[in-house]
């Protein structure tokens, strides 16, 4: 149960500080404590724990740009950070995390600014029909955090130019392009601001949760440069490519995916799964299920399963038999 509201509003742009801020209170929260993390990113491309950064970005163009790129620990797409753009991290015990109340605070905000706003697919928050938030989500030892975007008056422009969604993706969506889909909060309310964003995102917390919001005063910047560094990380930023000649790719109900196999005398021997989901671990799932396995659809069709749900493991099956064993 939450007793205790406590928030912190970083003084930083620089996405991998503000990465390793939200380790830290990951790792910090008390049993009893919901921490309303908010934060910003300059010029920022954010990919998912499991994504392909040059499939997810046009890394090169960013860099070129001035742009950072930054790697998250939850599961998800791409998303594209300015300081038109607000994050906000709900960070908790994993038995108190309530997604339906958190998402209440940010609906409470949206009305505060004059906006009315609705649910949407499995992360996803709408305004006037079209996307001005996702959500994901991450847990370890017992402590969970749901973070995500607001889009307040974020630049279109690098937005559609930055990010490469795949186009089975898109499809699926019946659109034609990550902007057609996406409309800033400004556009609702002209006067809105990320500040003015924050305090709405105060004051509906306190109305949502019954208690008087805390701020957090201090954080150890000694702890925070040291957990940057694992969010610099080149390897950890774009992964070690594999000696891939075997793969199949498309939109499946979990998410797009990617699936890269090396087999070497007719047994997998390395893979790697590029995905969006919003569960973090199926892509370590998935290769735990299909590591040193014969090169084999009956092999893969009795292993996937008893390591995935039915469903999950029924569509990544029927993707294999489809592009791969046809």
């Not at 017992?142 to 993706?169: C, F, I, Q, W």
């Amino acid at each position: 149960m939450i007793k205790k509201l406590q928030y912190y509003v970083s003084n930083t742009v620089n996405p991998h500080l503000n990465l390793a801020t939200e380790k830290d209170l990951f790792d910090t929260v008390d049993h009893e404590t919901l921490i309303l993390y908010l934060w910003q990113n300059q010029n920022t491309v954010v990919i998912g724990k499991n994504q392909n950064a040059f499939s997810e970005c046009r890394v090169e163009l960013l860099k070129k740009e001035g742009g950072t790129l930054a790697r998250r620990l939850s599961g998800g797409g791409a998303v594209f950070h300015d300081l038109g753009n607000l994050n906000f991290t709900f960070l908790c015990a994993t038995e108190n995390l309530d997604v339906s109340k958190h998402l209440q605070v940010i609906g409470h905000a949206c009305r505060l600014a004059g906006i009315e706003t609705e649910r949407s697919g499995r992360n996803d928050l709408l305004a006037n029909g079209r996307k001005f938030s996702g959500n994901a989500f991450y847990n370890s030892q017992g402590h969970s955090y749901h973070h995500g975007t607001l889009l307040v008056n974020a630049d279109m422009e690098k937005l559609n130019r930055y990010l490469t969604p795949p186009k089975a993706k898109l499809e699926a969506k019946g659109i034609k392009s990550v902007r057609s889909r996406v409309i800033n909060l400004c556009e609702l309310a002209p006067s809105l601001t990320c500040d003015a964003m924050t305090t709405y995102l105060l004051t509906a917390a306190e109305s949502v949760f019954g208690v008087p919001p805390q701020a957090i005063d201090t954080i150890s910047q000694e702890k925070i440069e040291t957990l940057a560094e694992q969010f610099r990380n080149w390897d950890y930023l774009y992964g070690s490519p594999i000696p891939c000649n075997v793969s199949c790719g498309g939109q499946l109900p979990f998410g797009n995916v990617d699936l890269k196999l090396c087999v070497k005398n007719g047994h997998i021997t390395d893979l790697k799964l590029y995905t969006d989901a919003l569960d973090s671990e199926i892509s370590v799932t998935v290769q735990k299920a299909l590591l040193s396995l014969p090169f084999d659809l009956t092999a893969i069709s009795e292993a996937l399963p008893k390591h995935l749900g039915t469903a999950d493991a029924n569509a990544l099956i029927a993707l294999l038999s489809d592009q791969i064993f046809s």
